[in-house]
């Protein structure tokens, strides 16, 4: 053979770039496979979380639709409302006025509890299977995501061992409070973010504090430290990290955000007042830190406060009683009754199920308190014992409730009441504060016991896991709902309202009948309707209260569901629903089959409205 053949190459070129692949490939595979054996524990421990938030929100389903929390009803139908609203971000019809509620006026979205980011991040799967589904989604992932992100905290800020972090954890996602602030109130239960802020904030300190540990010398085996000064880039991005946590807690609940502000505070004016060294290295550039933070953060939300206190339809105060909405002290001591060893008869030391915040338990309440006595010498743990007894003692609200009965003495959260922004928050709810301060506590001894080798290493677990055992939640109860009339599951109503038109469903939705407004959820609230459920100005002075003022039409028609009477309708009444039809700019008005007093109803409105039409299983007027 010829010295000058061509000689084929070993490998096609086509054949060496699928080889290439394959072996990229099963390297990718091979680090996945290791990162996951690396993490197998915080893995499992996440799934743990996962099923337990799944169980306890089964109720929900297979048919989150015809399901409804059976101890709050009317919210979820709100917070179904509110997703449906924030979904049409996606097709660019958003504002934080929204007019499909309360037409003409609109509703200020920053005035009322709404989750906004969690709508707008949840939008397609609100649009593709229903707000309904997106609230039973959110219900268990909200518990699930608290209890990891303390977990994440725990293990990887305070370096504690798997087993306190994971009990710690499970009290910050499933304790009293979370589980009965998951009957609809979801602006309360999405806590994820707050350890993410905690964590960013224990950064800035540290890289504010100039004493930090340097490159090890190799004349110093030990690694003594070393005066570095302040890591100002880490500055930085910490306060830019808090400043973009901060913003989307506010679109996520800023009563979360205020809660957790207030609580940080107390720990760190205790941390720095108890250790004078830390303050006087620290101080300066931590306050610089929080002084970056707090700057971005109002420069970013200072459209969205103004709008949400001096905007159209924004209120400036709270809607809520502080002495009815005040935390009973008798039941910090009292077991919750949605808790495995709870008592039904302790739902009447607070407002509703959806505040059984400060029911810890005689048992956990001890231990806890055994517990900051064993570790009163730590820094961390006398922080959370002040932070703790201020919280709880604010949640007592401006005058103190021992078993059912408002007594003489003034409780501190006198000294707060009518302060714009606190005003707003509800006392009970200092209360949930107390949890993760509680569950820290606990990890903090649990971790001490496991580092030893005495008699604390099993009996500090064993009390604390016998504390805790009486505090396992139970599923949340659920309930049938009547089904939606196929004239909205249909589309049908299209046919008398174009999209972003006004459709005036009958009887009118109110705060304690709401039911109409799931109409608009299951639209994608393509629609608007008057009144409803919602926060705005429309108490005495322009102060803030629930709904509306009923226009005559609607009074008229409320009252013939409630009675089933059937009015005389003259002329008088004929001018006034005219009246009422163009000042809600309504293009038809439309009454559901099943409705009670159905009959009567169809009745008056013909008076009222003329003949009606019938689309699908509903009468029309259209107006």
């Known amino acids: 053979m010829s010295s000058a053949a061509p000689i084929a190459p070993d490998v096609a070129p086509e054949g060496s770039l699928r080889l290439a692949g394959r072996a990229a490939r099963r390297a990718w595979t091979a680090r996945v496979l290791a990162a996951l054996r690396r993490h197998r524990v915080d893995l499992t421990v996440a799934v ?4 337990l938030a799944g169980w306890l929100t089964h109720g929900f389903w297979p048919d989150p639709t015809g399901r409804t929390l059976a101890l709050n009803p009317a919210d979820q139908a709100l917070y179904e409302w509110f997703l449906a609203v924030d979904a049409r971000a996606l097709f660019g019809d958003f504002s934080l006025l929204s007019d499909r509620l ?3 006026d609109g509703v200020n979205l920053m005035a009322n ?3 906004i980011a969690l709508g707008i991040a949840f939008a397609p799967v609100t649009l593709t299977l229903g707000a309904p589904v997106t609230f039973a989604l959110l219900a268990a992932l909200n518990l699930a995501g608290t209890a990891v992100a303390w977990y994440l905290l725990y293990t990887r800020v305070l370096r504690a061992r798997r087993l306190a972090a994971g009990l710690g954890a499970g009290l910050c996602g499933f304790g009293p409070g979370m589980v009965s602030q998951t009957n609809s109130h979801l602006h309360m239960t999405a806590q994820w973010l707050v350890p993410v802020i905690v964590w960013l904030v224990v950064r800035l300190l540290r890289a504010a504090d100039p004493e930090r540990v340097g490159p090890t010398d190799p004349a110093d085996p030990e690694g003594s430290v070393v005066v570095l000064g302040p890591d100002r880039r880490r500055l930085v991005s910490s306060a830019l990290g808090l400043t973009a946590a901060v913003t989307a807690q506010v679109f996520i609940g800023e009563e979360v955000l205020f809660l957790a502000a207030v609580a940080l505070l107390v720990m760190a004016v205790t941390c720095l007042a108890v250790d004078r060294d830390l303050a006087r290295r620290a101080l300066p550039g931590f306050a610089g830190g929080m002084a970056i933070a707090a700057g971005l953060a109002l420069l970013v939300l200072a459209y969205p406060l103004w709008f949400q206190f001096a905007g159209p339809q924004g209120v400036a105060d709270g809607v809520f009683n502080p002495y009815h909405f005040s935390a009973d002290l008798r039941s910090w001591w009292t077991l919750s009754p949605l808790s495995l060893a709870g008592d039904d008869d302790a739902a009447r030391l607070t407002t509703g199920p959806a505040e059984y915040n400060s029911f810890l338990g005689w048992p956990l309440l001890l231990v806890t308190a055994g517990c ?6 730590r820094v961390l743990a006398v922080a959370c014992v002040v932070a703790a007894l201020v919280m709880g003692a604010l949640s007592l609200g401006p005058a103190v409730v021992l078993d059912g009965t408002r007594t003489r003495l003034p409780g501190p959260y006198a000294l707060l009441h009518g302060l714009p922004v606190v005003d707003g928050a509800l006392p009970m709810r200092f209360a949930l504060a107390v949890l993760p301060l509680a569950a820290t506590l606990l990890v903090l001894a649990v971790d001490r016991a496991l580092a030893g080798t005495g008699r604390a290493r099993r009996l500090v677990p064993a009390a604390v896991g016998m504390a805790l055992l009486p505090l396992v939640p139970t599923p949340l109860p659920t309930a049938d709902r009547p089904p939606l009339p196929e004239f909205i599951t249909g589309g049908h109503w299209r046919e008398c309202v174009a999209p972003g038109g006004v459709l005036v469903p009958v009887p009118l939705p109110t705060p304690r009948e709401p ?4 109409w608009a959820a299951a639209a994608d609230a393509a629609f608007g309707m008057p009144e409803g459920f919602f926060i705005g100005p429309y108490g005495r002075d322009g102060t803030a209260a629930f709904g509306t003022y009923p226009r005559p039409t609607s009074a008229l028609l409320a009252d013939v ?11 008088d009444q004929r001018r006034q629903a005219e009246r009422d039809a163009d000042f809600w700019d309504a293009s038809c008005v439309a009454l559901a089959d099943g409705t009670p007093h159905g009959e009567s109803l169809r009745i008056t409105l013909d008076q009222l409205y003329g003949p009606s039409s019938r689309i699908a299983d509903a009468w029309i007027w259209r107006v």
Not at 48 to 51: E, H, I, K, R, S
Not at 372 to 377: C, K, Q, T
Not at 515 to 518: A, F
Not at 561 to 571: K, L, S
């Open 372 to 377: 900051a006595i064993w570790l009163r010498r």
């Open 113 to 115: 509890t709404t989750v």
């Open 48 to 51: 743990l979380f996962v099923g």
């Open 102 to 104: 309360n037409a003409p």
């Open 515 to 518: 039911w109409p407004m799931r």
């Open 561 to 571: 569901a409630r009675r089933g009477d059937r009015p005389v309708i003259g002329d």
